[in-house]
């Protein structure tokens, strides 16, 4: 049997192959709702996001079931309430960042993700009833400017815009995902069978918001118009669901969640370089304009603030 040491290095470097994976869904996403948008146009936002991201894990949960028919009959009681509180997180977090990249960069909505890792290591602060240290509060010093910086924050009106907030919200759940896979009380858990309730959770919590806003039944019919359509849509629930929670759900729990949190900075840095190059050769492939981003001072200045405050705590979080 391998030391702690050695499974919690082994764990570390399989959370940052999930960083990429998960990193794709930033610039897939949005492809793939530019791609909806021209083939039901006038549907709203919400239809789309529910349709992408129900529709991507109840086809990774199917996946799952395919590979081990009876996993479900063996789903502990902690597995289950594990399993539908991520999915309650994820899908929800999830749903908002597709809304967002309808409104925002698919860079901008990755870097404001990480806004969530600044509050893991306060919510362990305040679970065990110590006062943040200094580094604490200059971390927020750095993130809350990066934060105004990078979603372009309007100083005259005083608010963001809409794929900004979203972002935002969503990060708040992903927080609460972090933790839960940090929570001692489920280190026995067998993290297959987590998610798949997870992917299922996911789906059946986004349902009612797509029939909501669907207009026909053959709304739903979208994902397979094209051949091109679907093929993106498979890659995506193949890598950034399938392979990004299986990853994660499995090592995180090796490691610290402060910890998880700086290997997860990684994830808005593999998605700004994939946005440099993915959106052009995604548009051509799905015949629709969708330029490349560009490095812009926004995104560096805001984004070098983000995960500096990011690295920072993460790094005071794990010394004695």
Same mark, same amino acid.
Not at 17 to 22: G, I, Q, R, T, V
Not at 30 to 50: Q, T
């Given at each position: ?32 709702v530019a791609a ?19 529709g ?16 479900f009959a ?29 409104y ?6 990755a870097?404001?993700t ?6 893991i ?12 240290p ?12 990066g934060? !105004?910086? *990078?979603?372009? +924050? ?13 972002? %935002? =919200? &969503? ?15 489920f ?15 996911i ?11 669907a ?58 370089i ?5 959106? !052009?050769? *995604?548009?051509g +492939?799905?015949?629709?304009a969708?330029?490349?981003?560009t490095?812009?001072s926004?995104? %560096? =200045? &805001? ?18």
């Amino acid at each position: 049997m391998s030391s702690p040491e050695v499974r919690s290095g082994r764990a570390m470097v399989m959370l940052m192959l999930a960083a990429p994976a998960w990193a794709l869904s930033f610039p897939g996403g949005k492809a793939l709702v530019a791609a909806l948008e021209a083939e039901l146009p006038g549907r709203s936002s919400w239809f789309f996001a529910a349709l992408l991201i129900g529709g991507r894990f109840a086809v990774a949960g199917l996946f799952l079931l395919a590979l081990q028919p009876g996993i479900f009959a063996r789903v502990t009681r902690l597995e289950w309430l594990q399993g539908v509180l991520l999915g309650v997180c994820v899908g929800t977090g999830t749903c908002l960042q597709a809304d967002a990249l309808a409104y925002t960069d698919a860079s901008t909505v990755a870097f404001l993700t990480q806004f969530g890792c600044v509050l893991i290591p306060l919510v362990v602060f305040a679970r065990h009833r110590r006062v943040p240290p200094l580094i604490t509060i200059l971390c927020l010093a750095l993130v809350v400017p990066g934060v !105004a910086v *990078l979603a372009r +924050f309007d100083w005259q009106t005083l608010r963001f815009g809409r794929g900004e907030l979203e972002t %935002l =919200i &969503g990060s708040l759940f992903f927080t609460v995902q972090v933790l839960a896979l940090d929570e001692p009380a489920f280190r026995s858990n067998d993290s297959r069978r987590v998610s798949l309730v997870m992917f299922f959770a996911i789906a059946a919590l986004l349902a009612p918001i797509a029939f909501s806003q669907a207009h026909g039944a053959a709304d739903f019919l979208a994902l397979a118009a094209s051949w091109q359509i679907f093929a993106v849509f498979l890659a995506m629930t193949l890598i950034c669901s399938v392979v990004a929670f299986l990853l994660m759900n499995r090592w995180q729990p090796l490691v610290d969640a402060t910890t998880a949190g700086i290997i997860y900075c990684l994830e808005p840095v593999f998605a700004t370089i994939f946005a440099l190059f993915l959106p !052009a050769l *995604l548009g051509g +492939f799905l015949g629709l304009a969708y330029p490349n981003e560009t490095v812009t001072s926004h995104l %560096l =200045i &805001g984004g070098s603030l983000i995960t500096l405050a990011n690295v920072l705590i993460a790094l005071q979080s794990r010394a004695p």
